[in-house]
């Protein structure tokens, strides 16, 4: 958002090396547009792509129920990744300026299981794109359209499907200073960035393991963000939490991990409560402690696996856990990254009322360096 952080430019870094034909060049960052001040938000067209910044991304994360009860989480992203400002021939469909890498997972609590797809294109004719005046997002057959309020997710891959309809249940949140999220000290480090953090959500999904689509409902949290130069050279990666509190409050959390083991001071969150109103936390204000870790017996990463949150000033302290451990996607075809990011939940205390709560973690940098790629 989806982080974490809520930055998900890291995952950008590989995409030239990985797809970008031998001899083209890559525009540096410094040729685009930068986050570096006020935006003049305007909706419905800021859903949309704002193809003079360099990277840009939707995100999707979502906790679900079916009737039994039987729980499950879901991940759907579309990146764009400018490679040119402009394409070398405007008149040829094939003409390169922008990547399309996605991201598709499900998680299944009750089996214990995890799936994950991933894909990369560019427009090509019709292949992949985002409109510029609404959210309309595609990459071969998945997709995100925001007709009115309502958002409608489509992906299908394999034995995975995800059917969707998503309804704000409150107004979208500008993140940072008026949707200016800092992630650096330096000029243009940041991002714009904007989140409907309570979605409705209805529809259905299938699983490989279930002979049909399942009926099922919960709620869903949604990130958009666009920059061109967020990250600091000395940030290694970053963790991001997104949560839901069964008092309404919704929190949002990114600490930027650096090489040495600090965290970079812009790191922030926000903290909505159920009327819609918001407030943004500093470094400051969070406290988090990692209570137990998980070895990735496919990457060799080593993964934080339980938290403590406490925000003192809002009265929250709360302890979360992944629904499933291994919630790890290896992204060799797409981005080239390996990443943790789950479906988590919890107990606690808000506002000294015990509270559950449940919501999305995404953490990168654990397997495998990120030096020297952004």
Known sequence: MPVILTMRS???????????????????????????????????????????????????????????????GYQLTFFRQGVRIKPSDPANPWSLRDLYPAHFALTDARSGAFHYAEQITRSG??????????????????????EKERIRL??????????????????????????LSRKGPGKGQASYYYSFTDLAATGTIRTPAAQRPVPVE??????????????????????????????????MLYFLRKGDGTVEKESSGTLVEPDGRSRHLTLDETRVEVLATWTSPKSGGKYPSRWRIRIPSAGIDLQLAPLV????LITEGSTGVTYWEGAVDGK?????RPVTCEGYVEMTGYAGSLGGLF
């Open 154 to 179: 489509r992906a299908r891959h394999g034995g995975m499907e995800l059917a969707l309809e998503l309804s704000p249940r409150k107004p979208l949140v500008l993140q940072g200073d008026r949707g």
């Open 10 to 72: 890291i995952l950008f870094s590989l995409i030239i090396v990985l797809v970008l034909p031998i001899g083209t060049p890559a525009h540096a960052a410094e040729d685009w547009r930068q986050a570096d001040g006020p935006w003049s938000w305007s909706f419905p067209r800021d859903h949309g792509a704002h193809p003079g910044f360099r990277t840009e991304w939707w995100y999707f994360t979502g906790n679900l129920r079916d009737a039994a009860g039987n729980r499950y």
């Open 325 to 328: 451990a291994a919630q790890e």
């Open 348 to 352: 606690g205390t808000s506002a000294g």
């Open 125 to 146: 004719p019709g292949l992949a794109g985002a409109a510029t005046g609404g959210m309309n997002v595609w990459n071969l057959g998945w997709s995100a359209r925001m």
């Open 218 to 251: 919960g709620v869903s949290w949604f990130d958009q963000e666009f920059s061109s130069n967020a990250l600091t050279k000395d940030q290694a990666g970053w963790d991001w939490f997104s949560i839901h509190l069964s008092d309404g409050r919704d929190l």
